[in-house]
């Protein structure tokens, strides 16, 4: 994965598309978020995740 430059570290995702972007089932995300690996937020229904976040957790795990 590579992280874009053109993307703000403040927007938000939906659990879906982090998956999508790191190539992992979004059970696996939603279990990142339980396990409070991924930080989130609640919005509604739905969990949100910011992209900053994401690029923190990968950089953390020496993906990135």
Do not use: C, F
């Not at 982090?18 to 919005?43: E, F, H, Y």
């Amino acid at each position: 994965m590579t992280v874009s430059p053109k993307v703000s570290v403040d927007r938000l995702m939906k659990t879906r598309e982090v998956a999508q972007m790191l190539g992992v089932n979004s059970r696996t995300v939603a279990r990142w978020i339980r396990d409070g690996t991924l930080p989130a937020r609640k919005a509604g229904r739905t969990w949100r995740v910011r992209y900053g976040d994401v690029v923190a957790m990968l950089e953390r795990s020496g993906s990135v």
